[in-house]
T-cell receptor, first 111, second 116 residues
Framework: SQQGEEDPQALSIQEGENATMNCSYK?????LQWYRQNSGRGLVHLIL?????REKHSGRLRVTLDTSKKSSSLLITASRAADTASYFC???????????FGTGTRLKVLA | DAGVIQSPRHEVTEMGQEVTLRCKLI?????LFWYRQTMMRGLELLIY????????DSGMPEDRFSAKMPNASFSTLKIQPSEPRDSAVYFC??????????????FGSGTRLTVV
């Protein structure tokens, strides 16, 4: 079964708008990671947030983590057409490095 | 740094044939993960190694699948005999740390396997 699930499954926005996608997971974790996958390519690591962190920024990315709700969100500000991709969260139960990926959010940014 | 290198990029084979997928890790990375991606099941973790030792192979679907890591920089995933339901994109990923990973994975570009 999936450790994480993203919501929404698909998202379409205009260039310049912000995109928010959410991830829910099932067990206690050491950290949560977000990845991007362009069509036909491998996954690219975007950002990692540890379980004792609540918010983290990297460029136009902002990630939040709520361990009490077992959820995370990824915000992409001022989106660009090049941000069009699928976005996945990945978590592993505490004490393991068996990272399981969620089902992904397909983001389409319209120019 | 050339990144994680997978070969071949595409493989088309007939049902019943043996298929071998290859992965070269980034120098200095000591954890290796094999994933399979399909539309129906998403990304599935098949097996992972730490310091050349298989740690968890519970995701390997059947005995037809086997993975090895003969040295610190190279791994193979073998399917014998292959079946049409094995058609998927297979990714390997590596990481510089084994326990309590604080780094993201570096993924290869994947091998698209089609079994006809």
């Amino acid at each position: 079964s999936q450790q994480g699930e993203e919501d929404p499954q698909a998202l379409s926005i205009q260039e310049g708008e912000n995109a928010t996608m959410n991830c829910s997971y099932k067990t206690s974790i050491n950290n949560l990671q977000w990845y991007r996958q362009n069509s036909g390519r491998g996954l690219v690591h975007l950002i990692l947030i540890r379980s004792n962190e609540r918010e983290k920024h990297s460029g136009r990315l902002r990630v939040t983590l709520d361990t009490s709700k077992k959820s995370s969100s990824l915000l992409i500000t001022a989106s660009r057409a090049a941000d069009t991709a699928s976005y996945f969260c990945a978590t592993a139960p505490s004490g393991t490095y068996k990272y399981i990926f969620g089902t992904g959010t397909r983001l389409k940014v319209l120019a | 740094d050339a990144g994680v290198i997978q070969s071949p990029r595409h493989e088309v084979t007939e049902m019943g044939q043996e298929v071998t997928l290859r992965c070269k890790l980034i120098s200095g990375h000591n954890s290796l993960f094999w994933y399979r991606q399909t539309m129906m099941r998403g990304l599935e973790l098949l097996i992972y190694f730490n310091n050349n030792v298989p740690i968890d192979d519970s995701g390997m679907p059947e005995d037809r699948f086997s993975a090895k890591m003969p040295n610190a920089s190279f791994s193979t995933l073998k399917i014998q005999p292959s079946e049409p339901r094995d058609s998927a994109v297979y990714f390997c990923a590596s990481s510089p740390q084994g326990a309590l990973i604080d780094y993201g994975y570096t993924f290869g570009s994947g091998t698209r396997l089609t079994v006809v």
